[in-house]
Each structure stands twice: as structure tokens, then as C-alpha cells.
């Protein structure tokens, strides 16, 4: 079998969740004997040298998705290559997809499996975000539009999001959510007669197991992952960390990723002489895990968080927004990690100084969160990738 991953962005395992998922799949894909390559077209501004697991081949246009020349080099590709199972990392993206669409259409013999990794309907909970920011660039009266505007964007919203994903459905012969928790809302925007392509696979561990020592841990409170303002929003956690410090003085906060708006946080973070925040590029994060006490997330909408899954097996307490119905496949409140109030500053202030104040509790909560992996098994989620791709193959026969 002959396997393709197809991404808009690059598969740059230390940029994204996306291209690290995609990497550890080729892997365990490999081992079984199946050939697997990679195709996509754009490369992250950030993107430092690296080597990926598998073959990858960079489409001429990286700007406009959907163009002739795209789809011929795609079409390419796949004949080249003999190609069976188009896994199509960009299923909530409609230029990409529809490239997906047409290289394999013209190559009749490849199944295209869409994979959603996004809440299908993070549209409508960040329409409900009117909350403020520390950020210059972000102003008030930006928020007072958002408001004022809200019904007419809702209905806007729900217009092209289910145009979206109806097309999806329809153009594939697989579509994947990242949690079973997204069903609902993927039947709920969709309305359609019969949803038996739509399946759930979580996203699996991605490293060896072994067994962390969070005695070694330092006093430090970590982020890992783009840096990023409508979907990450790493300056709520900069304002809280503003408010934290001055009452931790042994703690840290380590910053550690690359976006759009990391100049503009280091800026900040300098005139409002916020302490001990330190901005690390991209890199490694198992050396980060190993050393912090404390996982942070304050996104306004996501997926599956892998960075959420891996820190949990090195001992990082997660604590995220519940603004994502598949948070208590990772969490359960209180025992392995806090969910806070979507987009509530002060409770995410107040989880934070109980933990960061409270060892005993720290330490306890950190031996349940080191649990949180074994939900999500390499090995058990590969056997359900592996079933997909032979009922989709059967019905060739």
C-alpha cells in the first residue's frame, strides 16, 4: 500500500501538532511495509532545516493552492508513486481540499480521506470571544464591532462553514474527526441524510515511553507551540503571567515557539517590565517538559492538542480553556489538569497560583497527569488508520 500525506504547510515535525502527528504516523507506517510520501505546498517563514521522515515534494505554487500547475505536479506524484491513500492533513481548508479533490479524480485509483483537525465549529466559538487583549495592535473598538455585528456574522458563519463541510463530505471517501466528541457538532453543521463516511481517530503519543522524574522539575510554567493571535492567544497568558510574577518570585515562564505576533509580546513584555518570561524558538520540547511544572493553553479554539498529550507524560500539569469539546479526552478536571471558563483570566489566574503555591497538591495531581498517554496508544490508533485504509480499498474490488 501507498500512502500520501498532503498538507498545506510543510511537514516540519517541530513546527505543529499537524506535522508531528503526520511524522509519527509515516513512521509506524513504514514499519508495516506500506511506502509513504509527503506532499505540500508552503514553507513555514520559521522553518528551520530538518529532515523529514519521508519523501516530500513542494508544489510549484505555494500561494494560490488550486492552479493547473498544482495539479498536474500532483497528478504527477501520484502516478509516480503508485499512490493508493491520499490522507489529506487540511480537510477544514476548501482551495486546498479541492486540489485533493481534482488530482485525485484525474487519478482514478487513489481514496482521499479528509481529516478535520479543528473543533468543526471553532468558527462560532471565537464569533463568542469578545474578550479584551494586552495587545496594542488588538483595540476596543475592534471588539465593539465583533459585537455589534454578531447575528449577521453568525448566520454568515454557519452558511459557508456548512457549505464547507458538506463539501467536504461529499468530494471524500473518509472524513476524520479528531475525537468522537465532534460528531455532534460535525451532524449538527452539516444536515446531511446520512454521515456513515464520518469516522473519529485521536491523535497518537509520539514518544518513547519512560518514566519521568518530577522531583527534577524546576519552577517553571511552559508554552509550546505557535505564537500566534486569533487562534493561540498567547498574550491572555502573558497577562496573566504579568500578574503572577510579582508574587513568584522562584518561578518562570518559558515562551517557547515562533508566529506573527511573538515581536509584539516581547515588545510588551519589555515596557511592562514583566519578569522572568523567556522566548525560546522552535526546538525540542521533551527538554522543556522535562523541566517545567506546569502546561499552559489559552487558545481560543483547537483540535486535538498534541502538545497537551505529550508534556502530560513528563509530569506538565495541563491546564487549557474548555473552548473545544474534545479537552476531556485529555482532562479530568481536578484530577490530571484544570479546564477553566472560556475566556475567564482570573480563574486561569487563580488554577494557576493554587498550583504554583501548593506542592503537595502539585506532585499529586502530577502522578494522575502522567497517566493521560496511555489514552492515546501509537499502536492502537494505527490499527484503526490501518482498517480505514482496508475498507476503503475493498470497495475498489
Known sequence: MNILFANDQEFNPQIGGIERISSILAKEFQQLGYKVYFIACTRYSYSKEYMPVAPQKMLSNSIEFNTP?????????????DIDIIINQAGNIRQFSLLCFKAAKLYKQAKVISVIHIDPI????SLFDLSTSILPSQKFYKILGRLLFLPYR?????????????????????VVLESSQYKKDFKKITRLASHKKLTAISNPFPFNVDTPNINAKENKILYVGRI?????????????????APEFPSWSLDIVGDGSIK???????????????????FGDPIPYYK???ILCMTSTYEGLPMVLIEASHYGCIPVAFKSFSSLPDIIDDGTNGYMIKPYCLKEYENKLRLLMGDEVLR?????????????????????????LFEELLVENN
Not at 154 to 174: D, M, Q, V
Request: aromatic letters at 16%; hydrophobic letters at 40%.
Open 154 to 174: 453568525i448566520f454568515k458563519t454557519y452558511i459557508s462553514e456548512s457549505n464547507l463541510y458538506n463539501f467536504i463530505y461529499n468530494n471524500s471517501n473518509a
Open 363 to 387: 506532585k499529586a495531581i502530577q502522578i494522575e497527569t502522567m497517566k493521560i498517554y496511555k489514552k492515546f496508544q501509537t499502536k492502537t490508533i494505527v490499527k484503526q488508520w490501518v482498517r
Open 228 to 244: 500566534e493571535y486569533w487562534h493561540k492567544r498567547v498574550d491572555r497568558l502573558l497577562d496573566i503571567w504579568m500578574k503572577l
Open 122 to 125: 471553532y468558527k462560532f466559538t
Open 69 to 81: 500547475n498544482n495539479i498536474n505536479e500532483f497528478c504527477a506524484y501520484l502516478e509516480e508513486n
Open 263 to 281: 515581536k509584539e509580546l516581547i515588545e510588551l513584555a519589555k515596557i511592562n517590565k514583566i519578569e522572568r518570561v523567556n522566548f525560546i524558538d
Open 291 to 293: 523541566r517545567s511544572q
